[in-house]
């Protein structure tokens, strides 16, 4: 089959490499053509294209990774988008998070256009999109996810269809609000340990064995402890998720750990004049250390 990736950044580039790399025509395409995964992506077989149009022109399957919602409406169904130039019977799986309205409002748009769609949302940071290793939560039709779901393994471990159009974003949605505040456990624990003169670095070890161990915590403790701040997912992504959590609740209920969470990257967003948004979640930190001084 031959296939499209669309967008390139700091996971859509190792994505799309790791389908090249594992046998599969892709033409790929990124809005910057100086962004580092477009040679990660170029390096694995990918074929770099200049527009939408010739990614996508009489491929079977399309897959997308980019921003917030408007980014993925304008790369699908914008006036350059997918949608004028897919064939009919292709299929365009979403990895972005966009939540379930956003989902299905694509949905039905590309299906009156004969185009199938999958949203896809993805977990595990580059490092899981690096290794292959990423859980995908899928949502749509049934026979279509078993038709893509070997191309899919090329890039994930865990692979689960979750249900009807909208649904694997309503997992990711609830894996972001774990995430967060996994992330507000690890910053509090890892103060304490500091206040009582133990390393930090002894308790991710220590405490990644037991009960309160986490991918969170053996990934991502010792950058916090270290204060290694470069981005894996970054502090203005997970905010935009958090929001679309924030949209979807709509205050029924209220969720103040979720609250708490948003409030402290929201703190290290304005931080280095607006530019902590481009750290890691793990530099939620700086909003206990820093934010005062």
Request: hydrophobic letters at 40%.
């Amino acid at each position: 089959m031959k296939t499209a990736f669309l967008g390139l950044g700091v996971m859509g580039g190792f994505m799309g490499a790791n389908l090249a790399a594992s046998g599969y025509s892709v033409k790929a395409w990124n809005r910057t053509s100086d962004r580092h995964g477009v040679k990660i992506a170029s390096e694995a077989g990918a074929n770099i294209v200049f527009s939408i149009q010739e990614a996508v022109t009489d491929v079977d399957i399309i897959f997308t990774c980019v921003g917030d919602i408007p980014d993925v409406e304008a790369v699908i169904l914008g006036e350059k988008g997918v949608i004028h130039f897919a064939k009919s019977g292709a299929i365009v799986i979403d990895f972005s998070t966009i939540g379930s309205e956003a989902a299905r409002r694509i949905s039905q748009q590309l299906e009156s256009h004969q185009i199938k769609f999958l949203d896809a949302p993805v977990s595990g940071g580059d490092i899981g999109a690096k290794n292959g290793t990423l859980t995908i939560m899928v949502g749509g039709d049934k026979n279509t996810f078993e038709t893509v779901k070997p191309l899919l393994e090329t890039m994930g471990k865990t692979i689960r269809y979750c249900g009807k159009v909208g649904s694997g974003q309503a997992v990711k949605l609830c894996n972001q609000v774990l995430a967060s505040l996994n992330m507000v456990g690890i910053c509090e624990a890892l103060l304490l340990a500091e206040k009582q003169g133990i390393d930090p670095n002894l308790v991710v070890e220590i405490c990644s064995t037991g009960a309160a161990g986490s991918w969170a915590l053996s990934n991502l403790g010792s950058k916090v402890a270290n204060s290694d701040f470069a981005p894996g997912f970054m502090i203005k992504h997970i905010l935009k998720d958090l929001r679309i959590v924030q949209e979807t609740l709509n205050s029924d209920p209220t969720l103040p750990g979720t609250e708490l969470a948003d409030h402290l990257f929201k703190i290290v967003q304005k931080l280095d004049q607006g530019l902590g948004e481009n750290q890691g979640t793990q530099a939620m930190i700086r909003a206990y250390k820093e934010a005062d001084s």
